[in-house]
């Protein structure tokens, strides 16, 4: 066994707190924390453009709206728009919520339940009059 100066052991203790309160700050800073307001993604189809926004994007049910026009701008007139949350990596589902219309193109469905936290993928269903389209828009819900 090796003994160092006498000293050497105390003047190490103030460098390895000073460390460890410093990863400590770094890690409350960079954690993930939930989005403060409401998240617009955009996607779309080879005949329709969508706009998803999720008014909630925290654990918990909220509202979801779904804007849809056709290529050129248009509002889409379709049958029924359901919006499908699926958290793939851990083999959950919640259930597909039905999305009223509120106006030309736009839907909203009132109570989209998100109940933990991760990587889900909403999927929306566009029913129209020449068949389904659907467009998967990937959220991280963190708080």
């Given at each position: 066994m090796t003994t160092g100066e006498p000293g050497t052991r105390r003047s190490v203790a103030p460098a390895v707190v000073a460390l460890i309160v410093l990863a400590g700050v770094a890690l409350w800073l960079f954690w993930p924390r939930a989005a403060a307001g409401p998240v617009t993604l955009h996607g779309g189809t080879a005949g329709h453009r969508v706009e998803l926004?999720?008014?909630?994007?925290?654990?918990?049910?909220?509202?979801?709206?779904?804007?849809v026009t056709d290529v050129h701008g248009r509002p889409a007139g379709l049958r029924k728009v359901t919006v499908e949350p699926v958290m793939q990596s851990m083999g959950h589902a919640a259930p597909a919520a039905q999305a009223a219309g509120t106006g030309p193109g736009s839907y909203r469905a009132e109570s989209v339940s998100l109940f933990m936290r991760g990587y889900w993928e909403f999927t929306v269903v566009l029913q129209g009059a020449t068949g389904a389209?659907?467009?998967v828009f990937p959220l991280l819900i963190t708080g």
């Open positions: 926004t999720v008014h909630r994007p925290r654990t918990g049910a909220g509202p979801v709206t779904v804007r389209d659907r467009v």
